[in-house]
């Protein structure tokens, strides 16, 4: 079932497991490189979901570093 993300919401990739933040329609940029201009992929809206607590401290801590 799909759902509707806001562009920003902090998702995981069910499928490759990639934590990322939702930008487009069908594209999803990865979380770990969003301050390095990082590599964005493909997800089917179907295969992802929320990002749980841990997975929104963890990509919180990186892109800190990144900007550090």
């Known amino acids: 079932m799909s759902t509707a993300w806001s562009a920003g919401a902090l ?7 990639k934590t990322g933040r939702r930008w487009a329609a069908s594209a ?7 301050r390095t201009g ?3 992929w493909d997800a089917d809206p179907d ?5 749980d ?16």
């Open 11 to 17: 998702v995981v990739d069910t499928e490759t497991g």
């Open 28 to 34: 999803v940029r990865p979380a770990e490189a969003a």
């Open 38 to 40: 990082g590599r964005e």
């Open 47 to 51: 295969r992802i979901r929320p990002a």
């Open 53 to 68: 607590d841990a997975e929104q401290l963890r990509a919180g801590l990186i892109e800190r570093s990144l900007i550090a």
